[in-house]
């Protein structure tokens, strides 16, 4: 797990975003309404956490 999004539209528009980049990745919803998003490849791990990081400071970046 890389992290935690606000809701179901953030959560898929980084999938979205992430696969676009070639990182397989997957979202589930919490018990509390969040959604954790995980990447399937160790390798991708420390990347997706910075671009996630980036998505949460703007989220209607032009670039996701």
Do not use: C
Request: aromatic share 12%; no cysteine.
């Amino acid at each position: 797990m890389i992290g935690q999004l606000a809701d179901v539209s953030q959560a898929q528009t980084f999938h979205d975003f992430l696969f676009s980049r070639g990182m397989e990745n997957q979202i589930e919803e919490r018990a509390d309404g969040r959604w954790d998003v995980w990447v399937i490849s160790e390798d991708h791990f420390q990347n997706a956490r910075e671009i996630l990081k980036k998505y949460q400071d703007d989220p209607g970046g032009p670039e996701y």
